[in-house]
């Protein structure tokens, strides 16, 4: 998938009706009140190569601050969302889903408000957990972040 069609899939997101029920969807997997899409997946650090690990993350960094450009000049320009005070919260507060989740998975988001359709757009490379793959996320909901 190339960024133009990452564009697509977030705009479609910002208008598909959520999910009733937690659960995979074709694009990730979604639940009430939000959709993740697996914009990219790519080889996770266990077992693997270091430093082809590395590469896919930095790759993927690229990627996800090319879909920044675009959707910042649709959107406005927005700081960077350290996702790590998201993560350390969790330990005293309820942070609600899809942000709790995001933290553990994501230590830097961008993040905007999307005027109009009462929902919020993050894009994030996912390479916190050893267990799992390096993936470019995209997440919508309209849940309001922590």
Request: with cysteine.
């Amino acid at each position: 998938m190339d960024i133009a069609q990452h564009i697509a899939l977030i705009d479609e997101l910002c208008f598909r009706p959520f999910p009733a029920e937690h659960g995979p969807s074709d694009v990730g997997f979604g639940g009430p009140g939000h959709h993740v899409a697996v914009l990219r997946s790519g080889p996770g650090p266990r077992g693997g190569d270091p430093a082809e690990w590395a590469v896919t993350v930095d790759q993927f960094e690229k990627d996800r601050d090319a879909v920044y450009e675009v959707l910042a000049s649709r959107w406005g320009d927005v700081a960077p969302w350290n996702l790590q005070t998201v993560l350390l919260r969790t330990e005293h507060e309820e942070i609600p889903e899809p942000w709790a989740w995001l933290g553990a998975r994501a230590a830097v988001a961008w993040l905007w408000e999307v005027r109009g359709t009462g929902r919020w757009v993050a894009v994030a490379v996912a390479d916190r957990d050893a267990g799992d793959d390096v993936q470019l996320l995209a997440v919508v909901t309209e849940t309001a972040p922590p």
